[in-house]
């Protein structure tokens, strides 16, 4: 399995250890072997491609011609993102019968132009939908905590998470509209990142809503995350600026992102405040009265709403039959929002923004948990009452990241063994750099993670 992290895996290619055509014909056996364990993690898998991919990896870097240190690394591209050849279905069965894309993805052709070895396409929710990460059309992978009840993997982006979390790669590509990389990202034990809006280019990415649609990665530490993210984003070389913990001044904010914690989740939050401040940072209350408004503010769907279903309102009125029914009816709740109430919208936003970037000028991040709950089991969702209740609450916290215009990341945060719960830190808009400096050292204190 691949449970390095992509350093290691670079260093090990550079020293001969391993070939970029070992780690994909493993990636490969991974994904063959464990087909029925996750549940449907890929939708398409491209062996031959891969392999003939890796082969001229492995031939370059023998020439001393390698484009990159991760030259070789296989990662995984969420349904979202054009391949070109491919047709990219976002999770739904409506797009089946699309041209197939031209080109790449700019995010996914930065990456493979690094070296990296593109695997398949890994399942999601529908047009990206969701925070639970169900699937209809084509099945729900299991979270990799407790596989024989069978949990929820988290969404949008819940194959890429599953083929991280399983070892089929060491980095997930995903997107983050409202919590699609790090909701699943904290359901299964990994790092996931939301990036600052507009760094990476969504070109040749589904969209779902612009005023909030990002692009991240999944893996299993802060460092990779950063890696990737450098590449993709082209701003910064992706070497983080080590922080200590010590002196690190963390805000809690005291309004929605604390209530009706589940007993998991709230122990190890507070276990990890504590480890923290024993380590010298800084934990300091926040009030922040303006969170307790955001339900109200998206009760009616919200700007998203809006912008989907001007995605998606030809297609829901040609085939809205053959849509995930949950997806279509959250989808239509934007056709009821008026041309003023969205300016209103709008409007609460910006405040809120200027708010939030005032109050956060004196810290280096806050923190919070990253969902309220734990990985419910699939079979909770039946019921379309109880899936509306568990979406909302998996997406509560982090899409407070999406509506204020920050960057944010989880960070796993649980005992080994126990369920995944995720701590997440959130920093305003183009503070991305830093924010990867103060999450590695936090993620030294509170993860769990060995590799």
């Known amino acids: 399995m691949l449970s390095l992290s992509v350093q290691q895996l670079a260093e090990d290619l550079a020293a001969g250890r391993t070939s970029a055509r070992a780690l994909v014909e493993t990636a490969l056996a991974n994904i063959a072997d464990q087909a029925g364990d996750g549940g449907p993690v890929f939708v398409q898998v491209d062996d031959e491609q891969a392999l003939a991919s890796a082969d001229y990896m492995d031939a370059l870097r023998k020439a001393g011609r390698a484009p990159s240190r991760f030259a070789g690394i296989p990662f995984s591209v969420k349904d979202l993102f054009d ?97 699609s990389c790090r909701v ?5 034990g990994l790092v996931g990142y939301k990036s600052s809006l507009g760094r990476v280019p969504v070109d040749g990415v589904f969209p779902l809503a612009a005023s909030f649609d990002t692009v ?13 993210d450098a590449i993709m984003a082209r ?16 805000g809690v904010p005291l309004s929605l992102v604390l209530d009706d914690l589940d007993d998991d989740v ?12 024993c380590n010298g940072v800084e934990i300091i209350d926040v009030p922040f009265d ?34 995930d029914q949950r997806v279509r009816t959250r989808i239509l709740k934007g056709a009821g929002i008026s041309a003023y109430d969205l300016d209103q919208l709008k409007g609460k936003r910006a405040e809120m923004i200027v708010t939030t970037n005032r109050l956060m000028a004196d810290f280096d991040a806050f923190i919070m948990p990253t969902t309220p709950d734990i990985a419910a089991p699939i079979s909770d969702l039946d019921q379309d009452n109880d899936y509306g209740r568990i979406n909302l609450m998996a997406l ?23 369920a995944p719960v995720g701590l997440m830190l959130m920093a305003p808009f183009l503070a991305d750099q830093a924010l990867f400096s103060v999450a590695e050292a936090v993620e030294t204190i509170v993860s769990p993670v060995t590799l």
């Not at 699943?184 to 299964?188: I, K, L, T």
Request: hydrophobic share 40%; proline share 4%.
């Open 216 to 228: 991240g990665p999944l893996a299993r530490t802060v460092q990779c995350c950063a890696a990737s």
């Open 184 to 188: 699943p990202a904290a359901f299964n």
């Open 290 to 323: 303006d969170l307790a408004q955001l339900p109200g503010i998206n009760a009616g769907g919200g700007i998203g709403a809006v912008e989907a279903y001007g995605v998606h309102a030809q297609a829901l009125a040609d085939h809205g039959d053959i849509f």
């Open 396 to 418: 509560r916290n982090t899409f407070v990241g999406n509506f204020l215009n920050c960057c944010a990341i989880s960070i796993p945060a649980h005992e080994q063994g126990d």
């Open 83 to 179: 391949v070109a050849g491919q047709v990219t279905t976002a999770g739904s069965v409506v797009l089946k019968g699309a041209d197939p894309a031209k080109r790449d993805a700019v995010a996914i052709e930065r990456l493979k132009l690094a070296g990296f070895i593109a695997l398949g396409r890994t399942n999601m929710t529908e047009f990206a939908y969701s925070g639970v990460g169900l699937n209809p059309h084509y099945g729900t992978p299991k979270s990799i905590w407790d596989r024989d009840t069978g949990r929820i993997p988290g969404g949008s982006s819940s194959g890429a998470a599953v083929s991280v979390a399983d070892g089929t790669c060491v980095l997930g590509i995903g997107t983050d509209t409202g919590g």
């Open 235 to 250: 701003d910064w070389d992706g070497v983080i600026k080590p922080r200590s913990v010590s002196g690190l001044r963390l």
């Open 266 to 277: 709230a122990m190890v939050f507070g276990g990890a405040l504590t480890r923290l401040a």
